[in-house]
């Protein structure tokens, strides 16, 4: 009896092992060559012949028909995170009526994305604290749950990456009232199903509302009277709020200011503001924003009886339109990844972690703190990108490429978390520190706001909001505003 055939639709790695498993099998094929991304050609060996890349597996195979050589069956072994790749390699194998076998990678399956005895199709994603190789800061539960448990809570920006976190963790705290706002209909919907269905006794309620309409954000706090708000709506794109500074200011600084003033008023206990590293000596609109939102939060703390606190940190790993989805979206496609400069650096903590850190800095609150979270070290972005393909499966410029697209607008190449190192003092908490700094001068807030209320609202009627205001114009208040903004150009480490 003639020796079956088989050719292998792989990368470089996995085509490798599946040769090795093959070796030791009992009646295995004769195989007679292997696929691979199109990258990987001539770039590594894989133990077989390369017949062509992912889009030649159709006519490879037609020709192959065509000669009277047909084979027996295809050997498909992907990485779970080439989706786009599976469903198309399926759809050919489909189309040409030819047998395939899905064999799960050897690093899927290490990673439990898959059992041993089966090809999922689903991808679970990689170890995200694995990634940046710092394990989650626990929390001081007790602490949180006294200022939680039985409260109303608010979260603005409820549907985004923190803001639906900051529910999850609160729900589970079993407040009285868990109010969830954003002005986006979906993500509100979605995370208030969630919450449904994990904590279904809790009472909620959704707000769809955008928090920079003052007098109705003043309406909603006294009308729900929550005892603790956790603001996290806000803009975070930083090239896109390059080309959108209205829409910056307008979300990141005059939202801050409508809720702060309502709590304010109202009389709320607490609210805590989520704010970034890109507010320290800010190189871009979005991070220059933040700032001034902070600016006006400790400006109001100092005559409030509100508790306001900010909390500042990094990028998150895993949030929407962070850089793991965005590779795990090029990957789908078969890459490249993207990295905007090998140089670049950032510091990250997983979805969760930051969350839960945030909860607690809002415990320990006395009013008018910026807290600093423990980052760690900052994680150089091309390494990263190398840790993620090789966690999926790939290896890194072999399987697929790493492509340098250049830094963009307003992004610099390292971030920090405050101005002064030395100022950062302890907290109860050994993963939150407090940034001890000079309160921001009353009469200098109020020039702030009185220059962007004037821009914003030339006719003082409230018909025309930005309407008036030219891109370059607010772009010259928020430099004349904070003196220690960076110049455009400026993309590389600050100075002190």
């Not at 001539?42 to 062509?52: I, K, L, N, R, S």
């Not at 769809?208 to 929550?226: I, Q, Y």
């Not at 390059?242 to 829409?247: G, I, Q, S």
């Not at 697929?400 to 610099?412: F, Q, S």
């Amino acid at each position: 009896m003639a020796q079956s055939t088989a050719l292998i639709v792989g990368t470089a790695r996995s085509v490798q092992d599946v040769l090795h498993q093959l070796a030791v099998a009992e009646d295995r094929p004769s195989v007679v060559g292997c696929v691979l991304p199109a990258a990987a050609i001539g770039q590594a060996d894989p133990g077989c012949a390369v017949v062509g890349a992912f889009d030649d597996l159709g006519r490879v195979l037609d020709e192959w028909r065509a000669a009277s050589r047909p084979v027996d069956a295809v050997l498909v072994s992907l990485p779970q995170a080439m989706q786009n790749a599976v469903a198309s390699v399926r759809a050919v194998l489909a189309q040409a009526g030819v047998r395939a076998v899905f064999m799960p990678t050897l690093a899927d399956q290490l990673a439990g994305r898959v059992s041993a005895a089966g090809w999922s199709g689903a991808s679970t994603g990689p170890e995200l604290s694995k990634l940046v190789d710092r394990p989650a800061r626990p929390i001081d539960e007790q602490v949180v749950g006294e200022s939680l448990r039985g409260r109303v809570v608010m979260v603005t920006g409820a549907g985004g990456s923190i803001g639906s976190e900051l529910a999850r963790r609160s729900a589970a705290f079993e407040p009285a009232e868990l109010i969830l706002v954003d002005r986006a209909e979906n993500p509100l919907f979605e995370i208030d199903r969630q919450i449904a269905a994990a904590h279904p006794a809790l009472s909620r309620k959704t707000v769809l509302h955008d928090v920079a309409r003052r007098r109705k954000t003043l309406e909603l706090v006294e009308r729900h009277r929550p005892d603790v708000v956790f603001h996290a709506a806000a803009h975070k794109h930083v090239p896109m709020m390059e080309d959108h500074p209205a829409e910056a200011v307008e979300n990141n600084l005059y939202g801050t200011r409508s809720i702060a003033d309502a709590a304010d008023a109202a009389g709320v206990g607490r609210l805590v503001m989520i704010s970034t590293d890109k507010a320290v000596r800010p190189s871009s609109i979005m991070g220059a924003s933040k700032r001034l939102a902070e600016l006006y939060v400790q400006d109001l703390a100092r005559r409030s009886a509100t508790r306001f606190a900010v909390v500042r940190f990094g990028n998150v790993l895993g949030s929407a339109c962070s850089v793991l989805p965005i590779w795990s979206a090029q990957l789908a496609t078969g890459g490249p990844v993207t990295v905007t400069h090998p140089d670049m650096t950032r510091y990250f903590m997983t979805i969760p972690e930051a969350a839960g850190l945030v909860i607690q800095a809002g415990a320990i609150a006395e009013g008018g703190e910026v807290f600093l979270l423990d980052m760690g070290e900052p994680v150089n972005v091309l390494s990263l990108a190398q840790r993620f393909l090789r966690e999926q499966g790939f290896e890194p410029g072999v399987d697929v490429e790493i492509r340098i697209t250049g830094a963009r607008p307003g992004e610099k190449l390292f971030e920090q978390l405050a101005y002064d190192a030395e100022s950062a003092a302890p907290t109860p908490h050994e993963s939150i520190r407090v940034w001890r700094s000079e309160a921001p001068n009353p009469a200098e807030v109020a020039q702030v706001m009185g220059r962007f209320d004037r821009l914003r609202d030339k006719a003082g009627d409230g018909l025309r909001i930005w309407e008036d205001a030219a891109p370059d114009a607010i772009v010259r208040a928020v430099r004349a505003s904070l003196p220690e903004m960076l110049a455009p150009q400026t993309v590389g480490r600050a100075a002190g």
